[in-house]
């Protein structure tokens, strides 16, 4: 095992940079392999061992000069002196805007990822965005009626390294006093991964776009790339999906599945049992869930069901209910109950003490979900229970856990059975862990090596 894990580096080509790559990369660095990222998208705000297609200037920004380096604060952006920034990262002369700060997560640090520019007719006109390194990593420049026209990559000098023509489509590329023209940005990226030796790794892509198309279009043929699957599955096997399936592929001929029901249903629609595998993430767990009575709810809205019958129901359990927003008489009157405290325009810092003290998370209010609650209820390990009406990010919920509302009063009884026996909360919580894929590094290279 050891032997194979330093004999083939592995290269996770990615789409993008979303939360399901995030988390495909940080599983592949809980273990022991040899491997680099590589976005195909244009992403600037990227963590330190990711790279973009785009940053060729990179590599002279990492290292010892780098050290006490950090992204840009909001406060930190250049604008005359009678110009103003808003909390909420709004850039303001007198009563007109004139730009809009967007900020890297976690959004309270405030680090800036990009700046929209407006004209004086509020049209976007320029944008800048930033690197963690607190540089302008490129700038797109918009015509007057804010249409994309191209967006410049930079050096750490300031050098223009890259220019990509969003009217043609074409890419220029400056490289050792050099000047390079690519047609598309298909064949700009196949340079790129020439460059970096893509043909000699183990290439784990996850979208059947342009990783896909690079995997089929590297010099080597031996089978040794496999795709990371991470979206839903419709009624049919998607198209590029067949050609691995059939063996057509020239490098790739196993799916790692990722989500429980997407691999299902690939299973239901006849998948190759024997080229599609399932393997979730290495999760980070942020605490030990405490065996306590605490209870959270986050919500974007007062309508919370069954709010009252179950604050009734468990009087030994404190619920804290917060919300990003100022809460309605139809929130505020819950503050009867002796075991309900209530949390409106609730700030950063508190709202994260109270995932750290809560040990059960009630996804029961409809509308959309605020601060990603579910997954940050899973990660620290609060047992999650919620509704099918209401239930907003089911992979990280057992189905067990799920009620119909019409059944609420079953829940409160596996709640109750639950609070009064430690071991059975553990159970459940083991549950949980399983219905999400929770995965371990011995999980990781088991498959890996089979495949």
Request: glycine share 4%; proline share 2%.
């Given at each position: 095992m050891e032997k194979n894990i330093e004999s083939n580096r592995i290269t996770l080509l990615l789409d993008n940079f979303d939360i399901d790559s995030k988390l495909l990369w940080e599983s592949f660095l809980r273990t022991d392999?040899?491997?680099?990222?590589?976005?195909?998208?244009?992403?600037?705000?990227?963590?330190?061992?990711?790279?973009?297609?785009?940053?060729?200037?990179?590599?002279?920004?990492?290292?010892?000069?780098?050290?006490?380096?950090?992204?840009?604060?909001?406060?930190?952006?250049?604008?005359?002196?009678?110009?103003?920034?808003?909390?909420?990262?709004?850039?303001?002369?007198?009563?007109?805007?004139?730009?809009?700060?967007?900020?890297?997560?976690?959004?309270?640090?405030?680090?800036?990822?990009?700046?929209?520019?407006?004209?004086?007719?509020?049209?976007?006109?320029?944008?800048?965005?930033?690197?963690r390194y607190g540089e302008i990593f490129a700038r797109a420049i918009y015509d007057v009626r804010g249409r994309l026209i191209n967006k410049s990559w930079f050096s750490r000098t300031g050098q223009e390294i890259i220019v990509q023509n969003y009217i043609t489509g074409s890419i220029i590329l400056n490289e050792d006093g050099k000047v390079q023209i690519f047609r598309t940005k298909m064949d700009y990226i196949l340079y790129f991964c020439a460059k970096k030796g893509l043909e000699n790794d183990r290439v784990f892509f996850n979208s059947l776009s342009i990783p896909f198309f690079v995997s089929l279009n590297l010099s080597s043929s031996k089978k040794q790339d496999v795709l990371f699957w991470q979206e839903p599955i419709e009624e049919e096997i998607p198209g590029n999906m067949q050609i691995i399936l059939g063996g057509a592929a020239k490098r790739t001929s196993h799916i790692v599945v990722q989500k429980r029901k997407s691999y299902d249903k690939l299973l239901a629609l006849g998948a190759d049992r024997e080229k599609i595998h399932s393997l979730g993430f290495i999760y980070s767990f942020k605490k030990e869930n405490h065996h306590l009575p605490k209870a959270l709810i986050c919500t974007n809205s007062d309508h919370i069901e069954h709010c009252h019958e179950i604050v009734e129901a468990l009087p030994d359990m404190q619920f804290h209910i917060c919300a990003l927003t100022d809460m309605s008489r139809k929130l505020t009157i819950l503050e009867q109950y002796n075991n309900v405290f209530l949390y409106p325009n609730i700030p950063t810092d508190i709202l994260t003490y109270l995932f750290d003290i809560c040990d059960y998370y009630f996804d029961i209010n409809y509308e959309s979900e605020i601060v990603s609650a579910v997954r940050e209820a899973f990660l620290h390990n609060q047992l999650i229970f919620a509704y099918q009406e209401t239930v907003h990010n089911r992979e990280f919920v057992a189905d067990e856990h799920i009620y119909s509302v019409d059944n609420f009063e079953e829940m409160f009884v596996s709640i109750k059975n639950i609070m009064k026996d430690n071991n059975l909360l553990d159970e459940h919580l083991r549950k949980q862990r399983e219905a999400a894929m929770a995965e371990n590094s011995e999980s990781y290279v088991k498959l890996i090596e089979k495949l």
């Amino acid at each position: 095992m050891e032997k194979n894990i330093e004999s083939n580096r592995i290269t996770l080509l990615l789409d993008n940079f979303d939360i399901d790559s995030k988390l495909l990369w940080e599983s592949f660095l809980r273990t022991d392999y040899n491997c680099r990222a590589i976005v195909t998208g244009e992403e600037s705000f990227l963590p330190e061992g990711v790279t973009s297609v785009y940053d060729f200037s990179l590599e002279d920004l990492e290292g010892k000069d780098r050290e006490d380096r950090r992204p840009k604060y909001f406060n930190e952006i250049a604008i005359p002196k009678e110009w103003r920034i808003t909390a909420s990262g709004k850039i303001i002369y007198q009563h007109e805007q004139k730009g809009k700060i967007y900020y890297a997560d976690p959004k309270n640090k405030r680090f800036v990822k990009a700046i929209d520019w407006y004209d004086r007719k509020g049209i976007r006109r320029l944008s800048d965005y930033y690197n963690r390194y607190g540089e302008i990593f490129a700038r797109a420049i918009y015509d007057v009626r804010g249409r994309l026209i191209n967006k410049s990559w930079f050096s750490r000098t300031g050098q223009e390294i890259i220019v990509q023509n969003y009217i043609t489509g074409s890419i220029i590329l400056n490289e050792d006093g050099k000047v390079q023209i690519f047609r598309t940005k298909m064949d700009y990226i196949l340079y790129f991964c020439a460059k970096k030796g893509l043909e000699n790794d183990r290439v784990f892509f996850n979208s059947l776009s342009i990783p896909f198309f690079v995997s089929l279009n590297l010099s080597s043929s031996k089978k040794q790339d496999v795709l990371f699957w991470q979206e839903p599955i419709e009624e049919e096997i998607p198209g590029n999906m067949q050609i691995i399936l059939g063996g057509a592929a020239k490098r790739t001929s196993h799916i790692v599945v990722q989500k429980r029901k997407s691999y299902d249903k690939l299973l239901a629609l006849g998948a190759d049992r024997e080229k599609i595998h399932s393997l979730g993430f290495i999760y980070s767990f942020k605490k030990e869930n405490h065996h306590l009575p605490k209870a959270l709810i986050c919500t974007n809205s007062d309508h919370i069901e069954h709010c009252h019958e179950i604050v009734e129901a468990l009087p030994d359990m404190q619920f804290h209910i917060c919300a990003l927003t100022d809460m309605s008489r139809k929130l505020t009157i819950l503050e009867q109950y002796n075991n309900v405290f209530l949390y409106p325009n609730i700030p950063t810092d508190i709202l994260t003490y109270l995932f750290d003290i809560c040990d059960y998370y009630f996804d029961i209010n409809y509308e959309s979900e605020i601060v990603s609650a579910v997954r940050e209820a899973f990660l620290h390990n609060q047992l999650i229970f919620a509704y099918q009406e209401t239930v907003h990010n089911r992979e990280f919920v057992a189905d067990e856990h799920i009620y119909s509302v019409d059944n609420f009063e079953e829940m409160f009884v596996s709640i109750k059975n639950i609070m009064k026996d430690n071991n059975l909360l553990d159970e459940h919580l083991r549950k949980q862990r399983e219905a999400a894929m929770a995965e371990n590094s011995e999980s990781y290279v088991k498959l890996i090596e089979k495949l």
